[in-house]
């Protein structure tokens, strides 16, 4: 069974950085195929519904949304299928739980997700 795995959240102080890592597990041929496409990270904060907050092509073109903008980067490492998510100037407001996830997700593969609290 394929999934993403999620890792490096944390508790960190207003104007810290933190640097997300997404792996993915299972079967080789599946897990490759799965990494091809456009990935994604999401977050979702306390009674709030999950949201996009970056997107990157398998050539590395990105997107981010506006609230993070400036702030944010997304990267992948194609050989080994891992997204990154580098969080910089963070924000009380970026405390979430955060996933990756192909784009458009793929219920399926939701992982566990990492915590990121953002408090002083």
């Known amino acids: 069974q394929v999934q993403f795995v999620e890792s490096g959240g944390g508790l960190v102080q207003p104007g810290g950085s933190l640097r997300l890592s997404c792996t993915i597990s299972g079967p080789i041929t599946v897990s490759e195929t799965i990494f091809m496409y456009i990935m994604a990270w999401y977050r979702q904060a306390p009674g709030k519904q999950r949201e996009l907050v970056a997107h990157v092509l398998n050539d590395g073109r990105s997107n981010l949304a506006d609230s993070v903008k400036g702030r944010f980067t997304i990267s992948r490492d194609n050989g080994k299928k891992t997204l990154y998510l580098q969080m910089n100037s963070l924000k009380p407001e970026d405390t979430a739980t955060y996933y990756c996830?192909?784009?458009?997700?793929?219920?399926?593969?939701w992982g566990q997700g990492t915590q990121v609290t953002v408090s002083s």
């Open positions: 996830n192909r784009f458009p997700a793929e219920s399926e593969y």
